[in-house]
């Protein structure tokens, strides 16, 4: 599967934006979808995950603010970002795991995605 990240920008903080991954090549359905980011200076991170059996899970430092989906027949993952914040700044990649069932501990489990995204960049900044 080949997927490409789009959506990121410039937003204030408090903002919102929507993140799109463009998913090719196989059926997205097959598929376990997360969400990383990297800052800069700082090491990846997972922010959402989609396991593909219909449970999500979130990073801490987002939840409630952060929304993962996904529409299979249009080949999409889409991340809601809500109140954003100074520290959300980073470069967002989506990710493609072809393990269903895992749960959160994909966040911290970079290594079980074969597939990413060439990532996006959000800047949070007055």
């Known amino acids: 599967v080949q997927l490409q990240a789009s959506g990121g920008g410039l937003v204030e903080p408090g903002g919102s934006l929507r993140l799109s991954c463009a998913a090719s090549g196989s059926p997205l359905d097959y598929y376990a979808i997360a969400w990383f980011r990297q800052a800069p200076g700082k090491a990846r991170e997972g922010v959402a995950f989609?396991?593909?059996?219909?449970?999500?899970y979130y990073a801490e430092s987002v939840k409630g603010r952060f929304t993962i989906s996904r529409d299979n027949a249009k080949h999409m993952v889409y991340l809601q970002l809500n109140s954003l914040k100074y520290e959300n700044t980073a470069v967002y990649y989506c990710?493609?795991?072809?393990?269903?069932?895992?749960?959160?501990?994909?966040?911290?489990?970079?290594?079980?995605?074969?597939?990413w995204g060439q990532g996006t960049l959000v800047t949070v900044s007055s």
């Open positions: 989609d396991s593909g059996n219909d449970r999500v």
């Open positions: 990710a493609a795991s072809s393990t269903l069932g895992w749960d959160g501990k994909a966040l911290t489990t970079p290594g079980i995605f074969g597939w």
